[in-house]
């Protein structure tokens, strides 16, 4: 069975970190380009960050550029996104993603073949 599982997630006061882990099964990450998305309650789900299949390119959304970082692990076949200064309004379901190539529409979620079923992430103030 071809899936992404997130993991990592749980409950963080203000200025704490967390580190979500993105781990392929039934296929190799190594030919994919990874993004994170989350959705907040009620609100739409938005990209967070895009890391390109090697690593070397990666992008991340204004709200969380400087405090979130993507990295990957292809001998491991997981992609992790750690995430510090954390703040209330990083509150919600974060979501790993595949897609065969890199490129600027990679936050907007467009083209993505595999996701993940979300790992909740709750930072209290």
């Known amino acids: 069975q071809l899936q992404l599982v997130e993991s990592g997630g749980g409950w963080v006061q203000s200025g704490g970190s967390l580190r979500l882990s993105c781990a392929a099964s039934?296929?190799?990450?190594?030919?994919?380009?990874i993004g994170w998305f989350r959705q907040a309650p009620g609100k739409e789900r938005k990209g967070v960050s895009c890391?390109?299949?090697?690593?070397?390119?990666?992008v991340y959304a204004n709200a969380v550029k400087g405090r979130f970082t993507a990295s990957r692990d292809n001998a491991k076949n997981t992609v992790y996104l750690q995430m510090n200064a954390l703040e209330p309004e990083d509150t919600a379901v974060y979501y790993c993603?595949?897609?065969?190539?890199?490129?600027?529409?990679?936050?907007?979620?467009?083209?993505?073949?595999?996701w993940g079923n979300g790992t909740l992430v709750t930072v209290s103030s």
């Open positions: 890391i390109s299949d090697d690593g070397s390119m990666s």
């Open positions: 993603a595949a897609r065969r190539y890199y490129g600027g529409t990679c936050m907007g979620a467009y083209d993505m073949k595999y």
């Open positions: 039934g296929f190799s990450l190594d030919d994919y380009t």
